[in-house]
């Protein structure tokens, strides 16, 4: 046996799976291994082999960033917007449009995934509504006209109207309008989505934090009674809260405008950041908090005894209102009470910007070159740089990828920086796309008592571990 398989099975026992050789290290890069089997023979003569997928990742064979410049005397302002650019986890398509890239979407995947168990939790039923909305249902509440430039307009060859939603308060309330006469016995009832919404901004910028699509998640209650639908309002904001809880975000809670949804009670969850384009007061003693256009807010200041208001620059990532009967009086839309009577639905609705709180999240949690995710949302747990010139670093990379791939909770979260490029330019690398750890493998992993070099991003520490202490770590790393 070779001396590099030898070391394989010291460190790992890859050589107990028959599927791998030393021969074969070089196909299994390309996401695929040849198998041992007998190979076919092509019409040509050329021997064909079986490929299976062995579930490594390989940063040769990924979209990401392999060699993007730092934008030093860029334009922008936006320091998460910078990050994501130059970290390839968007790219702009048009003003105010960006594709999301695989590394990106990732991550907004793992949101959605904590977005849908909290809202699971609380009875949310998750469906999906119609991107464009007819004009007709718009006008009825009045809001064709009122939304001004921000609806997206258009017309289909029957010179039919549509909007593209930039929120869906009609389209829902319609459904439940046309759909079975429901008793107050099966309310609440609670469904959400989570779509590309669209609105026509006039500036738009900051990646998504202001532009003209994006991924939002909005969800509409329906109650019998107002006492009932307050009760309600009240549980998803908790859900809200643990969501943000989940992401180790520090937010606020304020007060906010209910502007052109409506409704009697709306508040808003803000985070702070200099780039933010709200502004609210917050009292941390008290309790209070509003958003400075809101009456709550002036009339706070304006008072004889203030609080110990702060004054801050947030991004709003979330809003809720309470709309009472606003939509449902427009499409007749009613339940069945205790009384046996019929009367218009209790209404809420609840917006979570999801593109906008994955960006809030680098912005308020990064430095300048480099993207701190929160652990839950971070597009890989782990990145693995062996050394550049020495085949059996690679080998032992492999095989430590296929070991932490089987620990609960960490199937898909490595990836094997193969590239040929010295060791500290791939660190850079890993550390501006923001994976929580990154190891090392160097010639301390080819010796007997073979050491890793683990680095935690977060805070830069660097520690020397045993493959035993890289496991045991890996234990504590929750995932969605």
């Known amino acids: 046996m070779s001396s590099m398989a030898c070391r394989r099975r010291i460190f790992l026992k890859i050589c107990q799976n028959p599927s791998f050789c030393s021969t074969q290290c070089y196909a299994s890069r390309s996401f695929t291994t040849e198998t041992c089997n007998s190979p076919e023979t092509n019409t040509d003569g050329a021997q064909k082999h079986q490929y299976n997928y062995t579930g490594r990742r390989y940063v040769s064979k990924m979209y990401q960033n392999l060699g993007n410049i730092y934008p ?14 130059y970290a390839n986890i968007i790219q702009q398509c048009h003003v105010g449009g960006y594709n999301l890239l695989p590394l990106g979407q990732r991550v907004q995947d793992k949101l959605v995934k904590i977005i849908d168990q909290e809202l699971e939790r609380i009875g949310c039923q998750k469906m999906s509504m119609t991107t464009l909305a007819p004009a007709k249902f718009w006008k009825k509440t009045g809001r064709w006209d009122a939304m001004g430039n921000e609806l997206f307009r ?11 939603g930039p929120t869906h308060e009609e389209v829902i309330t319609n459904i439940l ?33 202001r532009s003209r699509e994006f991924d939002m998640k909005d969800l509409y209650t329906f109650d019998a009674s107002l006492e009932e639908a307050t009760e309600t309002y009240h549980t998803v904001c908790t859900a809200y809260k643990q969501i943000l809880d989940r992401l180790g975000l520090d937010y606020d809670i304020v007060t906010g405008s209910t502007g052109n949804i409506g409704g009697s009670i709306s508040h808003e969850f803000q985070i702070r950041a200099d780039i933010g384009e709200d502004t609210i007061h917050v009292c941390k003693k008290c309790g209070f908090g509003a958003n400075a256009e809101t009456t709550e807010a002036k009339n706070k200041i304006c008072s004889e005894n203030p609080c110990e208001l702060s004054v801050s620059s947030s991004i709003e990532v979330g809003h809720s209102f309470l709309l009472g009967t606003k939509y449902s009086e427009h ?32 912005e308020v949690l ?8 929160p652990q839950l949302l971070a597009p890989y747990q782990f990145c693995i740089i062996p050394l550049e010139s020495k085949r059996e670093c690679l080998s032992i990379a492999e095989s430590l990828s296929d ?57 830069d520490d660097s520690t020397f571990m045993t493959l035993d202490q ?8 929750q995932t969605v």
């Not at 990064?366 to 995710?373: G, L, M, P, R």
């Not at 898909?412 to 791939?426: A, C, L, P």
Request: glycine letters at 6%; one cysteine or more; proline letters at 2%.
């Open 72 to 85: 030093e005397s860029s334009k922008l302002v936006c320091q998460s917007h910078k990050l994501f650019l």
């Open 154 to 164: 258009l017309t289909d060859r029957k010179r039919i109207e549509f909007c593209l």
């Open 177 to 209: 309008a046309t759909g079975p006469l429901l008793s107050y016995k099966r309310l609440p009832m609670k469904m959400y989505q989570i779509t590309r919404k669209f609105r026509d901004e006039n500036s738009p910028k900051y990646g998504f934090l």
């Open 331 to 362: 499409f007749a839309a009613k339940c069945i009470n205790k009384d046996a009577n019929k009367n218009l639905y209790q209404m809420g609705c609840y917006g979570l910007g999801v593109s906008r709180i994955m960006q809030a999240c680098v």
């Open 366 to 373: 990064s430095t300048e070159k480099k993207i701190v995710w």
């Open 403 to 459: 070991e932490l791939n089987k620990r609960s909770g960490l199937s898909g979260e490595v990836v094997i920086d193969d590239r040929d490029k010295k060791v500290t330019f791939r660190l850079f690398g890993a550390k501006a796309i923001g994976y929580p750890y990154i190891i090392t493998v160097k010639d301390k992993a080819l010796q007997d008592n073979a050491e890793f070099e683990v680095i935690n991003t977060r805070n």
């Open 470 to 477: 890289i496991m045991d770590m890996a234990s504590t790393i």
